[in-house]
Nanobody, 125 residues
Framework: QVQLVESGGGLVQAGSSLRLSCADSGRTFSSYTMGWFRQAPGKDREFVAAITWGGGNTYYADSVKGRFTISRDNGKNTVYLQMNILKPEDTAVYYC??????????????????WGQGTQVTVSS
């Protein structure tokens, strides 16, 4: 059974940085695209970033491009989201997700089969 556990959220001021981590308890982490999504109050869940199984390809939402960086450490079964120059509009619950199929790029929510419980990121102005 896959279990994804996020950490690293918190309350920060605009312009600050945070790094989110997501640890996967599964045995086949290195075979799957991993992604980050976020959901702000009253809004739909939206794609933030994704990284393919070997880390060779990354994808970003336009709203975070140039500020956020997704990376992974397959030896630690962990994916990271480095968030710089945070803005109040980045405030949301951030979710880690694991693609539903091995060796398949993914960026749509329906392409991911496992989700973490989420971690709150709040950016004050």
């Amino acid at each position: 059974q896959v279990q994804l556990v996020e950490s690293g959220g918190g309350l920060v001021q605009a312009g600050s940085s945070l790094r989110l981590s997501c640890a996967d308890s599964g045995r086949t982490f290195s075979s799957y695209t991993m992604g980050w999504f976020r959901q702000a109050p009253g809004k739909d869940r939206e794609f933030v970033a994704a990284i393919t199984w070997g880390g060779g390809n990354t994808y970003y939402a336009d709203s975070v491009k140039g500020r956020f960086t997704i990376s992974r450490d397959n030896g630690k079964n962990t994916v990271y989201l480095q968030m710089n120059i945070l803005k109040p509009e980045d405030t949301a619950v951030y979710y880690c997700a694991k693609a539903a199929r091995i060796f398949t790029p993914a960026s749509r929510a329906q392409d991911f089969g496992s989700w973490g419980q989420g971690t709150q990121v709040t950016v004050s102005s």
